[in-house]
């Protein structure tokens, strides 16, 4: 319960903080985190008969000039947290999904992140990637790494032009199109056709191609650990995935009800990656979803 009470003090502070740069849909999903966050705390109350203080997670901030303080004295500085992209003047080449790409490093990254040559350090697109990224390590399984992306132009490097992100399993990389410059681009695409994709926030993309990773890293466990080809760990993975969905189901729970009904589209096409990607882009919102997740893990 203190964690969690230290968890939604820090998501107030954020909220603030995107409230401040203007960022309103950005605020509007840690409204749904905070939600969540009480949800639990309320239930861990519930069960242990420990009385809930839900008043110790609020934050009563004071402005001053830029800077918000908190009840506690804890302060951010808005202007501060304003990422701007330094970009390397050495260019590289690197290859996904058999394409070639000449790109730039992101010097001041916390991640490994690179963008085409083509964008300047004023692109919006690097600047809501990292923004992303960094907010999407709050919701990832223990233990896991992120891959390296590439923000580059799907448009003009032939890839589809409307998708927002992938993962190519052969180089591990992930791609982010450049395309997309704002949450509400973003937050349009995934929140048109609701009951389709099982996260509606703006980081959906970005967790679901994380989701794709994380599923090639448990391929390669199982083969690593049981000295057996690929093909054959993924299809070890495939009937513990398998198993799972059967017995939920056997308990009356749907994978369409409880993640969506892309992830059941895709399992009835066997295409168990997009299972658990989409599992994975809810995770630390959905037992369904930690429950298959942690079953592989495992």
Known sequence: ????????RSTSLQRETLKAEGDIAGAKNLDLKMQLIEEK???????????????KMRLTPV???????????????YMSKSFRPQLSEEISSVTAVDRPFTVRRVENSEFGLYAEDRLTKRSKSVRLTEKNIKACTEFLPE?????????????????TVDAIAGYDRKTGYMLINSQYE???QILGFVQKNPGYFANQTEYAPYLHEFGHKYYMDCVKSIANLNKIGYNEAEGRLEDLIAAFIH?????????????GRKASFEYKQHNYTEVVAECFSVYDASDYAKGLIDTIRS
Do not use: H, W
């Open 182 to 184: 704002n949450a509400e």
């Open 63 to 77: 402005s001053r000039g830029n800077i918000v303080v908190d009840v506690d004295g804890a302060s951010l500085d």
């Open 41 to 55: 705390y309320n239930l861990i109350a519930e069960k242990t008969g420990i009385k809930a203080q839900t008043e």
């Open 143 to 159: 233990g896991f790494e992120l891959p390296d992306v590439l923000v580059v132009d799907f448009r003009k490097n032939g890839i």
């Open 247 to 259: 017995r939920k189901n056997g308990e009356g729970v749907s994978l369409a009800d409880a993640i």
């Open 1 to 8: 319960m203190r964690r969690l009470e230290r968890e939604g």
